[in-house]
């Protein structure tokens, strides 16, 4: 059953004018430079989709630049939720790709079958829940490639952490040793990747964790068991 839906109009000028520089101008104050080729019709009368990019997002907006639609927006006939825009995914799988795997920190699965990237903050309860299922997860076939995602609000001193253990000789050692027993690696300070990363995660609208993305740029928040994510992989991109 579709939980109720609620689609929230947030009023963001009087201007009128029904065209795409409207648009532009009012939502750059908010996400930064738009280009039209990025303003696109959208299935529904009176309604564009803008591809912004700060942070990457796909939004539903009415024509004449003044209101923001908000919130699932559901197909009545096939129960489904509108598909996040192709462009987008793309848009974050390219920038995911971008942070070379050097600097990530991967658990490589024997029979390889998909790669998933994993944006994970140490402290986090749920990322720690998901690492200790990594031999289960990898069991299935599925590679996971950990980026830092320290969330400073939640967790005050995972990034000092987290840089201590990108920085360790060996950086799965250090990454099991924490999740098992929350033991910091005694190491100097070097040129660590986490900041880069973070910023990123913050880029492609990462806001809690652990934060999944399939290869074809797929979101999926927060922790799923590893059969339950076996199933949302196979199901988004086909066994």
């Not at 803008?50 to 197909?75: A, E, H, R, T, W």
């Not at 790709?97 to 658990?107: Q, R």
């Not at 829940?129 to 490639?145: A, C, F, R, W």
């Amino acid at each position: 059953m579709i939980k109720q839906l609620f689609i929230a109009l947030i009023f963001l000028s009087g201007t009128a004018i029904a065209d795409k520089d409207a648009v532009i101008n009012n939502l750059e104050r908010f996400f930064g430079k738009i280009e039209k080729e990025d303003i696109i019709e959208s299935p529904f009368n009176g309604v564009y989709e803008v591809i912004v990019y700060n942070p990457v997002d796909s939004l539903l907006v009415s024509k004449d630049g003044q209101y923001i639609i908000q919130g699932d927006v559901v197909d009545l006939t096939t129960r489904k939720r509108l598909p996040i825009n192709d462009k987008v995914k793309l848009i974050k799988t390219t920038l995911i790709n971008s942070i070379n795997d050097v600097d990530k920190i991967i658990y490589k699965a024997n029979n390889e079958k998909y790669i998933v990237n994993v944006f994970t903050d140490v402290d986090c309860p749920f990322c720690r829940k998901l690492h200790l299922g990594m031999d289960k997860i990898n069991g299935l076939g599925i590679t996971v490639k950990y980026l830092a995602s320290p969330l400073a609000s939640l967790h005050p001193t995972a990034q000092s952490k987290m840089q201590k253990i990108w920085c360790a000789d060996d950086r799965k050692l250090a990454l099991d040793n924490y999740n098992i027993d929350k033991e910091v690696p005694n190491v100097d300070a070097c040129n660590d990747p986490v900041f880069e990363q973070l910023s990123l995660s913050k880029q492609i609208g990462v806001t809690g964790t652990p934060a999944i993305f399939l290869s074809d740029g797929t979101h999926l928040p927060g922790y799923l068991k590893p059969s339950a994510l076996l199933k949302k992989i196979e199901k988004t991109l086909g066994k």
